[in-house]
C-alpha cells in the first residue's frame, strides 16, 4: 500500500511540472523562444537610395550624367540599376529656397526601357533649370537698371523721404485724430452730453459767422463814411488844403498829400456850386452828385465826373485801405485837381 501512494504522489508530481512548463511557455519573450528553436523569420525591407542634397552645380552635373549614360544606349540590366539608384526625389537648394523634384517620371521610362524618352525628360528638365538660374541671375541687374532709368525722369525729381517736419506732422495728425475717436466714443456712452457738445458747436460757428459779418459790415461802412477828424476842415478853402497837401508831401507822408488833395478838389467843386457844402456825404455820395449836376451850369467848366473819379479811387486806395502812398501818386492827384480848375502855380 504505500509503495501505491508513493506511485500517485510521482504521477501528480509529473503533471504539475507539465503544467508549470506549459504556462512557462506562453510567457517567454521572442528571443527566449529562439533559445529554445522557436524562431519567426522577420519580413524583408525594402531599403531606398539616400537622397542627397544638391546645389545648382551638383543637380546639374548629376542630370548631364544621367543624359550621358542615357545617350549610350545603356543595355536593359544598365537601365534597371540606373532606376534603381535614382532617389524618391532630388532635394535642391538654390538661393531663392529649396526644392524637391520627383524622380517618378523617369524611374516609369526606365521602367519601360525607354531610354530614349528618358533622355529627352532628363535633356528637358535640364534646360528648364539652366534658363531659370540664368533668368535669375541678370533680373535684379537689369530691374535695378530700369528702375533707376524710371526714377530719373523729372516727374519723379520730388520722390524723397519723408522729411522730420512731415513726420512730426503726421504724428500730430494721427494723435489728433485719436484724441477725436475718444472724444466720439465718449460721446456715443453719454448721449445728453453729445447733445450738449453738438449745440455747444453750433453756437459756437453762428458766434463766429456773426463775428465775422459784423467786421466785414463795419469795414464797409468805414470805406464808405468819413472820420469825424476830417469835419474840422470845413472852413478851409482849397488853396488851403493844397498848401496842406505840398508840407505832407515835402515830408515824405504821400498818404496825407493824396488826401488833402482829394479834400481841395472837394472843396473847389463845393465852390462852384457842383456839390453842396455838406460835410456829411460820402465820397461816392460826392461823385454821384457830380454825375447828377446839369450839364448847363457846368457849360463853362471843365466836365469833374472823370478827374473827382480818379482823385476818389486813390483815396479809398491809399486813405481807407491803408495801401502804401508814393510820390507818383501824389503827382496825379495835382494833376487831377488841377483838371478840376485849381491853379497850382
Partial sequence: MQRGSTQIFMGRLLLSCAAFLWLVSGWMVPEAQMAFGQTHPS??????????????????????????????????????????SLPKRWAVTTPEGAYAISTQPLRNQLTALSAEKAKLWVDSLTEEIEASSKASGAAPSSARAKLDGILA???????????????????????????LENLFRAIGRHPIGGQ??????????????AVWLFRFLASRDRLATLPASELAGVSR???????????????GDFREAVHSTYWAGIVRLEDTGVVPRDRTKTPREYLRLAAETAAGAMASAPAPQKPLADLTSRLERVWYARREARAEDFQESLRQLEALGCQLD
Fill in 43 to 84: 519580413p524583408a525591407r525594402i531599403v531606398e537610395p539616400a537622397s542627397p542634397a544638391y546645389d545648382f552645380a551638383s543637380f546639374t552635373a548629376e542630370l548631364h550624367r544621367i543624359s550621358g549614360v542615357l545617350g549610350k544606349h545603356p543595355p536593359k540590366d544598365a537601365m534597371v540599376a540606373l532606376r534603381d
Fill in 196 to 209: 450738449i457738445l453738438f449745440w455747444a458747436i453750433v453756437g459756437g460757428g453762428v458766434l463766429a459767422i
Fill in 237 to 251: 478853402s482849397w488853396q488851403e488844403w493844397l498848401r496842406n497837401a505840398r508840407e505832407a508831401a515835402n515830408r
Fill in 153 to 179: 525722369r523729372k516727374e519723379f525729381a520730388a520722390v524723397r523721404p519723408p522729411s522730420q517736419w512731415e513726420l512730426l506732422r503726421q504724428r500730430i495728425e494721427a494723435w489728433l485724430l485719436s484724441l
